[in-house]
């Protein structure tokens, strides 16, 4: 039987979830957009977000002079409920021989890091790479979660970190990595 009701854990000071959802819908503080190196908005959630966010995204975008690929950086939410959208450039899959999980776990650092500057008490991640980058998801799952419960078990920020995953299939995979390191 699959599971897709919400999972909810709790590591050190914070709150994991893991839903199927879309990270436009989300009312976190932040959301994370899976950018491209020019912050231009593009397909799937990269293109939902500037649609349902509307013009001040991507004119605050174009100010930032792009993101290279493992790095972030903060926008408005513009008209989203999130407060913020942290725009984050994930490794294209070439096979996994050009360094692929060192820049897909430091997307994951990075906005985390920017959360922390800026006092985000909650922020929703996507299942970055894994779209239109097609990083295979049984390879994302784990690196994502291993990468954010390292975060949360030496920071105290933020509170809530959400996974929106599109689909039973990242649900279950993310869940799985969640188990495989996390005890009940």
């Not at 975060?151 to 929106?164: A, E, G, I, Q, T």
Request: net charge negative; glycine share 10%; proline share 5%.
């Amino acid at each position: 039987m699959l599971i897709t009701e919400p999972i909810r854990k709790s590591i050190g000071d914070s709150r994991l979830e893991l839903v199927i959802g879309n990270i436009v819908m989300e009312d976190t503080e932040a959301i994370v957009n899976p950018a491209q190196k020019s912050l231009h908005p593009g397909g799937g959630a990269d293109g939902e977000i500037h649609i349902w966010g509307g013009p001040r995204i991507w004119e605050e975008c174009r100010e930032l002079g792009g993101c290279e690929p493992g790095q972030a950086k903060i926008t408005t939410g513009g008209d989203l409920a999130a407060r913020y959208v942290i725009h984050t450039v994930g490794p294209i899959w070439t096979g996994g021989g050009s360094n692929e999980a060192e820049v897909l776990a430091s997307c994951y650092r990075e906005c985390l890091r920017i959360a922390v500057e800026h006092n985000i008490a909650s922020i929703a991640f996507p299942a970055i790479s894994t779209g239109n980058y097609a990083y295979p998801m049984e390879l994302a799952a784990p690196i994502a979660i291993e990468t954010v419960v390292a975060h949360l078990k030496s920071h105290s920020n933020p509170k809530l970190l959400r996974f929106v995953l599109k689909g039973r299939r990242a649900f279950e995979l993310h869940n799985s990595a969640l188990q495989a390191i996390v005890s009940v």
